[in-house]
């Protein structure tokens, strides 16, 4: 290897610089010079890839194994385009036709508990991270994942077959008419209220009519304040912001507010108090009144039965205990269950075994009355699900 010859502090290659000699070319022949198609002398056939490909979806086949080699065609060669024969391709969700359509809320304060009701009823699904439709594998039933506010509205025009909302939600839109709800969840349970700052001088609802009133349940409360206004003659103003109402009085926008209330922390650190309760809330399971679908009332039917099976087994728990057969009697006015108790014979004629199911909140109280008449072996169970 040559070396490097070094010439202050820079360093030159002793390499000789290559000349580029350029040699023109001949002519082109007057035959291309007459043709004026700009395509060059091999092009890809991408009309006949077209083809293959559309036919390839059309037939449903996989692989390459019917896409021919790639063509080459000559300049100036006419390719007519072969019409594309069959429909276009299915949705890869298939076809609902066959499926019940259930949308649930896709964010917010009732979506979690929908997805866990959901499993906990045995649907199994897997949601794609970008799409809003999920089909349940062991089910004729399809998620559909949707704003909360615009369930009602689906569901009432009978684009979807059920839905899961809160009922302030029904009526803010206008649907209850249209909708039927099936079976309360047991979930998401506030209050719609009316609020005013603790300093003002309002203590009544009628005290707020006629003045300036902003929420997010425009319907709602202009109904309300509606019925107000004839029997006082007033004219309340009511304005719709999408959000932070708790702020509207703090900022000078308004006199009161109606809004949302659950456990009332954040009214309070906003500096409101409650001076009416319009309507309370939860998460309902609805369904069309007009249903475009009755080959799938059935499936619907079992979808209604499963969540009321959720609803039941969080709600109660299985009561099981031994009591002499003279104080019968009594145990069973204690644990009356749903229907009745369930009461089982024992080796000692003068013993009977009782099982029950008791409500969650009132099960402690009765563990204590049983234990005062004598009841002995008293055993709470977890119910998971349950059909009722």
Same mark, same amino acid.
């Given at each position: 290897?040559?070396?490097?010859?070094?010439?202050?502090?820079?360093?030159?290659?002793?390499?000789?610089?290559?000349?580029?000699?350029?040699?023109?070319?001949?002519?082109?022949?007057?035959?291309?010079?007459?043709?004026?198609?700009?395509?060059?002398?091999?092009?890809?056939?991408?009309?006949?890839?077209?083809?293959?490909?559309?036919?390839?979806?059309?037939?449903?086949?996989?692989?390459?194994?019917?896409?021919?080699?790639?063509?080459?065609?000559?300049?100036?060669?006419?390719?007519?385009?072969?019409?594309?024969?069959?429909?276009?391709?299915?949705?890869?969700?298939?076809?609902?036709?066959?499926?019940?359509?259930?949308?649930?809320?896709?964010?917010?304060?009732?979506?979690?508990?929908?997805?866990?009701?959901?499993?906990?009823?045995?649907?199994?699904?897997?949601?794609?991270?970008?799409?809003?439709?999920?089909?349940?594998?062991?089910?004729?039933?399809?998620?559909?994942?949707?704003?909360?506010?615009?369930?009602?509205?689906?569901?009432?025009?009978?684009?979807?077959?059920?839905?899961?909302?809160?009922?302030?939600?029904?009526?803010?839109?206008?649907?209850?008419?249209?909708?039927?709800?099936?079976?309360?969840?047991?979930?998401?349970?506030?209050?719609?209220?009316?609020?005013?700052?603790?300093?003002?001088?309002?203590?009544?609802?009628?005290?707020?009519?006629?003045?300036?009133?902003?929420?997010?349940?425009? /319907? +709602? &409360?202009?109904?309300?304040?509606?019925?107000?206004?004839?029997? #006082?003659?007033?004219? !309340?103003? %009511?304005?719709?912001? @999408?959000?932070?109402?708790?702020?509207?009085?703090?900022?000078?926008?308004?006199?009161?507010?109606?809004?949302?209330?659950?456990?009332?922390?954040?009214?309070?650190?906003?500096?409101?108090?409650?001076?009416?309760?319009?309507?309370?809330?939860?998460?309902?399971?609805?369904?069309?009144?007009?249903?475009?679908?009755?080959?799938?009332?059935?499936?619907?039917?079992?979808?209604?039965?499963?969540?009321?099976?959720?609803?039941?087994?969080?709600?109660?728990?299985?009561?099981?205990?031994?009591?002499?057969?003279?104080?019968?009697?009594?145990?069973? /006015? +204690? &644990?009356?269950?749903?229907?009745?108790?369930?009461?089982?014979? #024992?080796?000692?004629? !003068?013993? %009977?075994?009782?099982? @029950?199911?008791?409500?969650?909140?009132?099960?402690?109280?009765?563990?204590?009355?049983?234990?005062?008449?004598?009841?002995?072996?008293?055993?709470?169970?977890?119910?998971?699900?349950?059909?009722?």
């Amino acid at each position: 290897m040559r070396r490097l010859l070094v010439n202050r502090g820079k360093r030159q290659n002793v390499f000789p610089k290559a000349r580029l000699q350029v040699t023109p070319l001949p002519p082109p022949p007057s035959e291309a010079i007459e043709n004026t198609n700009p395509i060059p002398k091999t092009v890809f056939n991408t009309r006949l890839m077209d083809q293959k490909r559309a036919e390839k979806k059309v037939s449903g086949s996989s692989g390459l194994a019917s896409i021919t080699p790639l063509s080459f065609v000559s300049p100036g060669v006419s390719l007519p385009t072969p019409p594309l024969t069959g429909s276009a391709p299915a949705s890869p969700l298939g076809s609902f036709d066959d499926r019940v359509l259930l949308a649930i809320p896709k964010k917010g304060r009732l979506h979690e508990k929908c997805m866990e009701m959901l499993r906990n009823a045995g649907l199994v699904f897997s949601k794609p991270n970008r799409l809003d439709i999920c089909v349940v594998s062991n089910m004729p039933v399809t998620l559909v994942f949707l704003p909360a506010a615009d369930i009602p509205r689906f569901v009432g025009e009978s684009n979807i077959d059920m839905g899961i909302t809160g009922q302030d939600v029904i009526l803010e839109s206008k649907m209850q008419d249209l909708t039927t709800e099936s079976l309360s969840l047991g979930f998401g349970r506030c209050k719609l209220q009316v609020q005013v700052p603790v300093s003002s001088d309002i203590n009544c609802i009628e005290d707020l009519a006629g003045k300036r009133i902003v929420t997010s349940f425009e /319907s +709602i &409360t202009q109904d309300y304040f509606k019925k107000i206004d004839l029997r #006082l003659g007033t004219t !309340t103003v %009511v304005e719709y912001i @999408s959000g932070s109402v708790e702020a509207a009085c703090a900022l000078g926008l308004a006199d009161g507010i109606v809004d949302l209330v659950e456990s009332g922390e954040t009214m309070r650190a906003a500096g409101l108090r409650p001076i009416e309760t319009i309507m309370h809330t939860e998460a309902v399971l609805i369904a069309s009144s007009l249903p475009k679908k009755p080959s799938m009332l059935g499936a619907v039917d079992q979808i209604k039965s499963r969540l009321a099976g959720v609803v039941a087994s969080s709600k109660y728990i299985l009561c099981q205990y031994n009591v002499r057969r003279a104080d019968l009697a009594v145990a069973k /006015s +204690i &644990t009356p269950g749903r229907r009745s108790a369930t009461v089982s014979s #024992l080796d000692n004629d !003068t013993w %009977v075994a009782v099982s @029950s199911m008791v409500e969650k909140e009132k099960a402690a109280s009765v563990m204590d009355e049983l234990q005062k008449i004598g009841a002995e072996e008293i055993i709470l169970l977890k119910i998971d699900n349950c059909r009722v």
